[in-house]
């Protein structure tokens, strides 16, 4: 009989409403990489935070090494050996990144902190697996990236035999994903097991040995990767077979919704402008995106462009009115909506319920809010209720669930929703399918694509080259704050791209004609 590196047997786990791991079996053998692959909300993340002591499950048993084991909290994870990545960072963001790292498992000397040779191992640890970070910086002022790099470091710092990754890539560039892959096969072949939880197929074939499948809280199979296809997966995943490719006519533009003049914004943590001197133009009927490596500027470039960060100089127009210092409730009224890169922190408030974040932008309207000023709570609900069907939103206790409880790739649904369904003269999307499901990516592609058929302005930031060259009409390379390339989709390839963000290559736009 094999004795596998840690057993899952009949785990059960219940939320009001819902039942998120229904009699679930995994099986991760030593030194293998094993993907867990399911649609938003079949209880991959759930199923992972049962392993490391988050939740107790209802019926079940965990075996390491073959013996029983019981996992109250995090720290019997970690003496068991068993390390988590999680998709939303368990980071303090006012700590450093050395402080991150080491938190809770701090070498102290006399009542005094010895950071000196903590600093020593994570240097070591970063220069070893390519996961440079700079240790003294704040965590709150380094990218989205960085701060998943920290994380890693962070369990791989506790020497963990058992690794868990929940969407490690979700915020990574196409040139650290495939790092990162080589970091996973280089753990596996030191003899350490890695769970492995994914949307994205390509990385399961280069990557895993085996692939177990959940679909709405139920097993349904662990194949061979050797021995499979995407398309196969996808059918396992979503019960139906699956499009990769984005169908849409030519773009057929209109006039210009956004026009972009000399944007500068200054950066938080160094002297040089996060965004310096950018100036372009969004039309009706296209969909323009923002391609770059992350941390070249685009999220300060979004965040002064919806209001979140004053502009050090330069002209941001909507429909012909100067918004550059409106109020960001000001901008939303006037056509715009924005699909935040960080859906926590900018999209949702998370002890709010489902219904209250789907009106967070529109609550004061007279469609939900009387002349006295209360809400019209049956209104709301109702509302609410058609989105939430509309774009398949899923949540145990429907418009009262509390958004926390619901799963990331449910929550950036229920974000986008809300935001296409105000029927915004100029979408802003960044990063709209990071976490999703394949079935879920082809919807979200489908409804980009809509707006822009309607004759709205698309502007789309994405690190995902394949999305990039899939959605796009123009695509615009970012690299270190400025715009560096405007490109067909249709006759750029991925490496002349690649090297433009990379800043290897530079040309002018003609992004001000």
Do not use: W
């Not at 490690?168 to 080589?182: D, H, K, N, S, W």
């Not at 679909?215 to 061979?224: I, L, N, S």
């Not at 490109?487 to 791209?497: I, Q, R």
């Amino acid at each position: 009989m094999e004795k596998y590196a840690i057993e899952m047997l009949n785990i059960t786990k219940r939320f009001p409403g819902i039942i998120a791991n229904d009699h679930i079996t995994l099986q991760l053998r030593k030194g293998e990489i094993h993907a867990l692959l399911g649609e938003n909300g079949a209880g991959k993340s759930t199923l992972m935070s049962v392993l490391f002591g988050l939740y107790q499950p209802e019926e079940g048993e965990i075996r390491k090494g073959g013996k029983p084991v019981v996992i109250d909290d995090p720290n019997d994870a970690n003496e068991l050996g068993i390390g988590m990545v999680h998709q939303h960072f368990k980071l303090v963001e006012c700590f450093s990144v050395l402080d991150n790292i080491i938190l809770g498992v701090e070498t102290t000397k006399g009542g005094f902190l010895r950071k000196d040779e903590a600093r020593k191992k994570v240097v070591a640890l970063s220069e070893k697996y390519g996961l440079f970070v700079d240790p003294d910086a704040t965590v709150e002022d380094i990218t989205v990236g960085m701060q998943q790099r920290t994380e890693i470091l962070k369990m791989l710092y506790r020497d963990n035999e058992i690794l868990i990754f929940d969407e490690p890539t979700a915020v990574l560039t196409p040139q650290e994903i495939q790092e990162l892959m080589q970091i996973m096969r280089s753990l596996a072949a030191e003899g350490k097991s890695i769970l492995f939880i994914t949307h994205k197929l390509g990385e399961i074939m280069e990557a895993a040995d085996r692939c177990s499948v959940l679909r709405k809280g139920k097993y349904v199979g662990t194949v061979d990767v050797k021995d499979t296809t995407p398309e196969k997966l996808s059918a396992m995943m979503v019960g139906r077979d699956v499009s990769f490719v984005v169908e849409k006519k030519p773009a057929e533009r209109g006039t210009v919704v956004l026009d972009i003049r000399n944007m500068t914004v200054a950066s938080r943590r160094q002297k040089k402008d996060a965004v310096s001197n950018v100036s372009l133009k969004v039309r009706q009927g296209e969909i323009v995106c923002i391609a770059g490596i992350d941390g070249n500027g685009q999220t300060e470039f979004v965040y002064g462009l919806s209001g979140l960060t004053p502009l050090k100089d330069g002209t941001v127009t909507l429909n012909g009115t100067d918004i550059t210092h409106m109020p960001i409730r000001k901008r939303l009224t006037l056509g715009l909506s924005h699909i935040p890169e960080d859906r926590h922190k900018y999209g949702l408030i998370l002890d709010y319920s489902l219904e209250d974040n789907m009106v967070l932008q529109r609550y004061f309207e007279p469609r939900f809010t009387n002349p006295f000023g209360f809400l019209k709570r049956r209104e709301i609900r109702e509302y609410a209720g058609r989105l939430i069907e509309q774009y398949d939103v899923r949540s145990g206790q429907g418009p009262v669930t509390k958004v926390r409880a619901m799963s990331g790739g449910n929550q950036q649904k229920a974000i986008i929703a809300r935001e296409i369904d105000r029927n915004p003269e100029l979408l802003i999307a960044v990063q709209p399918t990071r976490g999703l499901d394949v079935g879920a990516i082809e919807y979200i592609h489908r409804q980009l694509v809509a707006q822009r058929d309607a004759g709205k302005g698309v502007l789309l930031v994405s690190l995902e080259l394949d999305e990039v060259m899939n959605v796009a009409d123009r695509i615009l390379v970012m690299y270190e704050g400025e715009i560096v390339g405007e490109f067909d989709p249709g006759t750029v390839t991925v490496e002349e791209l690649g090297l433009y963000m990379a800043g290897s290559r530079r040309k002018e736009t003609g992004v001000n004609e």
